[in-house]
Nanobody
């Protein structure tokens, strides 16, 4: 079982940047596909970006393409989400999720392991 802990959230002005980290323990993340999701009150959790176990092309939510970048450092067993040019509509709780092997889906149900979430607030 893999344990995930997110960090790096906070309050930032529109146009600013944040880097979220997802540190894993218990298992080596290189064997897992990893994704970042986000959720706002009253809305369903939506996928933001994925990093497939194979390293093949990542998925990005249309509204974050060109602004967000997912990456992983296998030596540190950590996945990152670099968020640039942040907008107020990016405000949400961001969650890191993982599942063993190659995950092709974008539904939250395709990921078995979740972190506790980190709040990102973008002020206008």
């Amino acid at each position: 079982q893999v344990h995930l802990v997110e960090s790096g959230g906070g309050l930032v002005q529109a146009g600013g940047s944040l880097r979220l980290s997802c540190a894993a323990s218990g298992r080596t993340l290189s064997s897992y596909s990893v994704a970042w999701f986000r959720q706002t009150p009253g809305k369903e959790r939506e996928i933001v970006a994925t990093s497939r176990q194979s390293g093949r092309s990542a998925y990005y939510l249309d509204s974050v393409k060109g602004r967000f970048t997912i990456s992983r450092d296998n030596a540190k067993n950590t996945v990152y989400l670099q968020m640039n040019s942040l907008k107020p509509e990016d405000t949400a709780v961001y969650y890191c999720a993982a599942n063993w092997g190659e995950v092709l889906g974008t539904s939250p149900h395709t990921y078995a392991y979740w972190g506790q979430g980190t709040q990102v607030t973008v002020s206008s």
